[in-house]
Nanobody, 123 residues
Framework: QVQLVESGGGLVQAGGSLRLSCAAS???????MGWFRQAPGKEREFVAA????????YYSDSVKGRFTISRDNAKNTVYLQMNSLKPEDTAVYYC?????????????????WGQGTQVTVSS
């Protein structure tokens, strides 16, 4: 079992950057890792995912070119570098780990979730 703890959220002005971290209690090398977010009054949505070795990465269209997902299996940590932030990026960001060998965008493909970290982008 893996426990995930996100950090790095906060308040930033539009155009700014934040780097989220997701630290795992166990080894993440056997898991596909993903980031999701949930804005107030909206459903949780997929943001980015990275395969076991980091060789395959997928982004939602809304963040492509601005966000970068990465992982350090030696540190059991996943990162989400967020640049050129927009007010519409405001949400609670969740880290997730899934046993699937393939990158997945659906929540149901992920087995473990963190508690989330708030990101607020002011205009």
């Amino acid at each position: 079992q893996v426990q995930l703890v996100e950090s790095g959220g906060g308040l930033v002005q539009a155009g700014g950057s934040l780097r989220l971290s997701c630290a795992a209690s166990g080894r993440i090398s056997s898991y596909t890792m993903g980031w999701f977010r949930q804005a107030p009054g909206k459903e949780r949505e997929f943001v980015a995912a990275i395969s076991l070795s980091g060789g395959n990465i997928y982004y939602s269209d809304s963040v492509k070119g601005r966000f970068t997902i990465s992982r350090d299996n030696a540190k059991n940590t996943v990162y989400l570098q967020m640049n050129s932030l927009k007010p519409e990026d405001t949400a609670v960001y969740y880290c997730a780990a899934g046993r699937s060998l393939f990158i997945a965008t659906a929540e149901g493909m992920y087995d473990y979730w963190g508690q989330g970290t708030q990101v607020t982008v002011s205009s």
